[in-house]
């Protein structure tokens, strides 16, 4: 191709004198040459990060050119300005930057808190016992600060650390958790909120509580007429006593809208509308049929806004005059459509010739921002403000601060406060009863009935002090969340009667009343909703949670009887309680919460298992399946009533109640009884001891073995599960109804000539060909001494589910006695027992056509006594589980003791090595190490096993599939690489952290210990103190953490990219490198002349000391010099880009041809 045939990629057009063509990139052929305002228009409107080519991926290199009148060396006055200016935005936005966390991050939960502080005592009418100060009261709240203000022992700096420590331990993260607590409930709300006013149910149940609105029946009669109108139209002429008969119906319509509410003149402007229409002749006029249908997508539109308007109380109401202007004047709009469009076609014309003409002033002020932009911007805070709309100025966090106030204030008050009094003004009232019927009721009783003195002395007592306030107890926890219920119990009550009384009158209701009832509706609703998944999410979960650990105690408490320091006795049978890291409550209920949540999944998981893989489809039909298309949680939650869902979670709550207790609770106190020695002080094999850090670095290289082998540990985990299943179903004569299995001899029992025969004669079999009943088979053991067993059948066939997604109305049908070519042997009866799923507001918002059954059943065997043979299958259940839980565990405590005990052995030869856990362990307890180590072994030898000797082994025929599937790198354990395998695993930002995390935190503690505290301490002869703190060695900390911790938290939080990058690039942008160039510069050279002074004989103690802070005084000099010629070199590149830049030019990629 000659260059005269060379064309522009994006524009076509050829090479000129002012505008020539470049080659960039590595493209060929046609697309290789391009104009450079192309090429920077592209680049201006493809929004991406680099510049680069889309097609070859080269990045484009440009040429910065510079004014030719640049002197060579910029003059210091720029410089100077620029410093100034670089300076005074940094510390500006420093500023706005620290108000922002002190005014938000800080200062709102510490107003939170004493807020939260002073409700409590305006209720109580007294500051806490145990600080009587209000300023101590304020900052601590109810722990005792005087308590350890008291020891003498503690320097003033120790004194003051200590409370700040309780004051951040009581109060600001006390405030964090509340305010946390508050933001996610209130955001869970909102959601909430959202989903319930959009459920269909919603709009069902408003209209069958209030009614309709008459605007609503106006637009269906409107639409009911018009329709008709289009299609007589379409039919022939229309007849003038249809036009009459259509007038009428929309007059009906009027006096609808005239009996509503004045304020809303929603009757006013309708009659309006539809007067002026028919005046004007617009409504059954001789309209041409296209017009006709034109209005149709109106009223469409109009008839979709109405149940959207009732579903949501702000929207406005004066939509039915909109409507009548969209109607009657529709042709009017539609005929409009024209000029606008021809007038956003010019607006968008002038405003691409505005784009054209800056486009050459924007090309070179995008060339020198990009420069520029160094150290003019607020850093990853100031990009995390912006993003949501905060900008970076001193104003603005104190504006923010004091609505936050305003806000909490207010919610505090709302909340908190108004149900407090309301709890207290009823126990107030109670309480007045009761001593008024004391002194009444009983002193008039008594009078005329002489009463046993416990009487008089409860009644003097007791019913006599109710409602005193206790000033040297106080309220605790539990008695103000019961006055908190008592309050919010009144406010749901009120609003109860209030919206009863609201639809008391004849529906529909209109005007204020409408309105406050949909409020009200739409509030109860929601809270309805609320209560229900909270239930379900949180409170339940962590009531399963503390379950398991009651069940966890004989696991892991030594002593569940100890005694306090007073002497007494205290019980302890919860895991939690025994542990001190567990007294804090917030995390106790995090750790039932997560406990019980893991429980429930793993439950559920085991239940879709069986479902799928083992059950017959339909035997689990009352437990919801997670690919059920029915499944609608907002609208089960909001229709069906509250206390059947109450009732649903009690009976939920039982069921899981029994599990653990009886399934997982009998299991471990049995065996924690079974091996506990009588008349012994000390314990055997339980309880397991608790891990350590070489049990932790055991899990984390041993755990990703476990799961690389799901597949494999799955597999034969579903298989013995299909095996307990069939011979637990066998047992009680449930296979046909359970797996689906139809056995003959299941379908009824086998009487023996003598108990003899029926215990140990295994070989003597029935004719199940010839069943006979129970008195014929006693009277053929009379009459034939040769009989010795005969087969009795008992039991009938059901219609059963065949699925689990059939409709509840169907259900009812079902589990009645038929034959076997499915007869029905007895009637149905009409009104089955309903149950939560089965309520009467379910059965009538049952449509077919928005859910999707499949009412399906099939004929199955079902023994007599079947509930009872139900519950005699999950006996045996558990049975099974304890058969492959308990053993897998005891053998790998078998293996797996062995080899931690070797490693304790070697580990005791070698010097300076200690590691705790196995130097102190008893070994006549097992441990977390023992069975983790037992349990890799037995997994290797059941991958070995799957491999080789099982049936469906590779080297058998067919193949494993499973072992096919699964990841080829096994057994890594054998092999000696499992420590690879689990560095591998690492993503590659991790593994560089980690190492540039460990080198900093020892650089930040070598620097401050040798650096700072040693030669203080000895300079002030305080080498017996362990750390010196007052205030002129926190100062020093203060400027020396400007070379270490403020660089640390600045690598260490770096995003570290790896693609693109060499590995030196990644170690520098990390940190590695620089920290081991601070090493080199401080650690090195203070070890060289230690050694060698050492090595000389001429070893001084002051030298030793001083060396460390002379060597990290001339770092931190190096630093400065090195920083400020590097400052000095961007303020001079960043004065040539906004004063001496003309602009860019592209540079050609050298031809490889």
Known sequence: M?????????????????????????????IKYIHQDCLME????????TEKCDICNSPYKFKIIYDPAMPQYIPLDLIWKKFLQITSSTVFKSISISLYILCIVIQVPLFWKFSGRVYTWAIDGTLPLVNQKFVDALLFGEFDINTYLADKSQTPIQFSLMKLKKFFGYTYFSGVRYLFVAIVANIALFIEREWVVRDEGYLKMLHKKIGKEHRAKLVDMLQNALQDLRTDGNNGEEEAAANLQRLETLATAINDLQNEDRDMNV??????????????NQLFGNEEQQQQQQQQPLLNQFDNGTDEQDAFPTHNFDAPDNIMHNVFNGRNDIGSEDEEEREQEQEQEQEQEDEDEDEEAADVAAAAAAVAAAGADGGVVGEFLEAFGVTLTLSTPIYLMFLCNCVVAVYLFLIYLIPHMLGNT?????????????ITLVSYISKRIPLPNYIYEFTSSYVSSLGTFNANKGVTLIERIFILGLGYGLICTTIYRLMKFLVSGPKPISGTPRKAFKVLFEISSTAKVFLIFAIEIFFFPVYCGWLLDFCAAPLFVPQFIQIADNGDKVFTFLVSSYFEMMQLPYLRVLLYWASGTLYMLFFALYIGMVRSTI????????????DDPNTRLIHDALVKPLSLQLSRIYLTAKVYSAFIIFGIGGVTWGLRYLVTPKDKDYNVFLPIQTPSYFTYLLLAIIVPTLVDSQATVTKYVRQYWERAFEISAHKLRLSHFIVGKPISSERGYVIYRNIWLQLFGSNVQPD?????????????FKQDPNAVAFFVPDGNYVRAPANDTISRKFVKKLFVAVSKDDRLLQEVKEAPKRSGYETPTSDEDEDTTTTTTDDAYTIVYRPPNFKLRCFALILMLWVFSIIIILPVLLFAVVLGRPVLRANSIIIDQLPHINIDELTNMDWRLTDIGSIVIGLAIELQALIYYDKNLAADAPNHEGGNEIQQAAN?????????????QAFNRLPAPVLYTLPSSMLWIIWILTIHKLCVDQPIRYMT?????????????????????????????IYITRRIPVEGHTAWQTLKRCGITPCLLNFSMVHIPAFIVLYSLKLLDKTNISISFYIWPVLFTCFALVKLITEGAKLYTNINDQVKQEKYVKGRAIENVEDDE
């Open 2 to 30: 000659s260059s005269t045939d060379h064309t522009c990629r994006i524009c076509r057009g050829e090479a000129t004198s002012s505008q020539p063509l470049y080659h960039p990139c590595k493209c060929r052929g046609s």
């Open 1021 to 1049: 002869g305080n080498l017996q103190i362990e750390f010196l703190l007052n205030f002129k060695t926190l100062l020093i900390h203060f400027f020396v953490s400007f070379w270490t911790i403020l660089p640390a938290l």
């Open 426 to 438: 009823i126990v107030s009232i109670t309480t007045f009863l009761f001593k008024l019927i004391n």
């Open 615 to 626: 059950l017959r489809p339909g035997v689990l039909f009352f437990i919801r399946c997670p």
């Open 768 to 780: 199940y060909t010839q069943p006979v009943t129970r008195k014929e088979a006693l009277a053929k």
């Open 267 to 280: 009757a006013a402007r309708g009659e309006a509308a539809l007067r002026r229409a028919i005046d004007q």
């Open 968 to 980: 080829p790198v096994q057994g890594m354990l054998l092999q000696g690489n499992l420590l690879n």
């Open 42 to 49: 592209w680049l201006k409107h493809s929004n991406k990060s």
